[in-house]
């Protein structure tokens, strides 16, 4: 039901990196990010940390915390945000807070400066609409 879920996140030169890896282990457990190094407008360095999950136990498994651990008012947003979250190629975007999840908490936000998740949903044909069936089927709160 899943293809494989991605996730991106910026480490600003004011972060510690150790930090930000402590963050994304809160949803990812076994994280091996690449890593991409790049500078801003004005020099500072920005390091890129992205993992691409194929593994259907790994994405099981993280499917189910989200489930377990999303608070009711973002499993509510996800819910009534759902058609807007998935595209036309079958992939849910969710965001989530690196200070929550560094403090161990699940927390939705629109912030840009966040670990964004891309849970490319498995469904024949592709299409949105045939996306959101499945959404409907994975999580159980939808």
């Not at 849910?92 to 908490?105: G, H, P, V, W």
């Not at 927390?107 to 490319?120: E, F, M, Q």
């Amino acid at each position: 039901m899943i293809h494989n879920i991605s996730y991106r996140t910026f480490v600003y030169g004011t972060e510690d990196e150790e930090k930000v890896m402590t963050a994304i282990s809160h949803i990812f457990p076994s994280i091996l990010p690449e890593k991409t190094i790049n500078e801003d407008y004005f020099g500072n360095k920005i390091t890129i940390l992205t993992e691409k999950i194929t593994k259907k136990r790994s994405n099981k498994d993280i499917i189910a915390f989200l489930n377990d651990n999303l608070s009711d008012d973002d499993k509510n947003i996800i819910k009534e945000e759902l058609s807007r979250r998935i595209d036309d190629k079958g992939n849910l975007f969710l965001r989530f807070d690196k200070q929550s999840a560094y403090d161990e908490e699940l927390k939705l936000t629109y912030s840009g400066d966040a670990i964004h998740v891309r849970i490319k949903i498995a469904s024949y044909p592709v299409s949105k609409d045939n996306a959101i069936k499945v959404a409907h089927k994975i999580f159980n709160f939808l």
